[in-house]
């Protein structure tokens, strides 16, 4: 019956901005980049990963009212909204790769749980999570 899931959003305060950011910065690339009207459809796919897509949406109409969607992007700005997580083969490389292209992190890589971690935020506020693969993990 289910497919499974291909796209999960985020909610960004410019598009532009959240574009140039997870392409420039990020290295994800554009999958869907439509208009209808004042609405945009955007979406945003790691390179190694073509079944799932990022959406990076700017809350309003028609999904919310005005007062509703400055609450939304406020929120975000403040860090509030749950992490995501991206996982790499090797924290410290991609902590130093991302660092040169301008991503200012809020964590820097750290060993725990068996595995290292650091974290960023977007232009937005969306917190993001820098995950390295388990050894366990990378033998099965």
Same mark, same amino acid.
């Given at each position: 019956m289910s497919q499974g899931v291909e796209v999960v959003g985020v909610y960004v305060r410019d598009q532009d901005e959240a574009l140039a950011f997870y392409v420039e910065k990020i290295g994800f690339c554009v999958h869907t980049d439509v208009r209808n009207g004042a609405y945009r459809w955007l979406t945003v796919q790691h390179p190694d990963q073509p079944s799932f897509q990022l959406g990076l949406?700017?809350?309003?109409?028609p999904v919310l009212d005005a007062t509703t969607a400055q609450a939304a992007l406020e /929120? @975000?700005? &403040?860090g509030a909204?749950?992490? /995501?997580?991206? @996982?790499?083969?090797?924290?410290?490389?991609t902590h130093a790769?991302? %660092?040169? %292209?301008? @991503?200012? +992190?809020?964590q820097e890589p750290? &060993?725990? +749980?068996?595995? @290292?971690?650091?974290g960023f935020r977007d232009p937005s506020g969306n917190g993001w999570k820098l995950i390295q693969v388990r050894q366990t993990q990378r033998q099965h």
């Open positions: 949406f700017k809350p309003g109409p /929120l @975000v700005a &403040k909204m749950p992490p /995501l997580v991206l @996982v790499v083969d090797d924290c410290h490389a790769q991302l %660092r040169a %292209r301008g @991503v200012e +992190f809020t750290v &060993k725990r +749980f068996g595995s @290292v971690d650091a």
